[in-house]
């Protein structure tokens, strides 16, 4: 586990369209959201019913692509201590942070300057964080506390509603769709049919809700534009 794989295991263009038809319907779906609560800052910590589902799908989903990369990088499945398999939980995840992504998204072949899943920063349109830009999983570089915010508040909610139902928000809805389209990227998955070559230095992904992405910083930035 403590060395970057240079190998992935090719991606069935079945798997590959599943996985792109559920960000679509994630991303529409959040756009409906958007339609009730507008996305800014000052709106952070709304939360409801709409938002609540759609936080609990978007993490579903991002767990399932983190367990596909897991698959394609050949992790071993983890076994309790009388031998039966359990499921790759969050500190598992993690640990794809120390694996370099696919540089290509026509080949999944790596090099040095592929991205890290903890590179991956976002800014969304109207969205002001004063902080700076949304860095979902860069807490995958430090190994002392692996767990994303979201992903803890998601735990949180998922298990206990009627105490936790205010951590089912805007904030950790933005964030977790952020991550979920930095580990579909970063293993290859076009999550855009809409694909533009080089401008200015940037690969424009994603006409409707897709994102800029620059190629030439070591830190890969992206845009989200809804």
Known sequence: MSQVTTSWTPLD?????????AYVLLGNDLLKIFEFVEPVQANAACYGHQIYQLFLRVCTEFESACKLACRR????????????????????YSKLNKQLGCCSHDDCSTSSSSPKLSDYKFYFHDWVVSEGPICPLESFANGQAPSPIFYKHYNEVKHDRENAFEKANLENLMHSFAAL??????????VDSHIVADC???TVIGARFGYFLNCESQELTARVNF
């Open 200 to 202: 200015f230095g940037e």
């Open 13 to 21: 263009a079945s798997v590959m369209r599943n996985h792109q038809r």
């Open 73 to 92: 990088l050949g992790f071993q499945v983890r076994q309790s201590s009388d031998g039966r398999e359990l499921d790759w939980k969050i500190d598992d």
């Open 181 to 190: 389209v930095a580990v579909l990227d970063w293993q290859g998955i076009r």
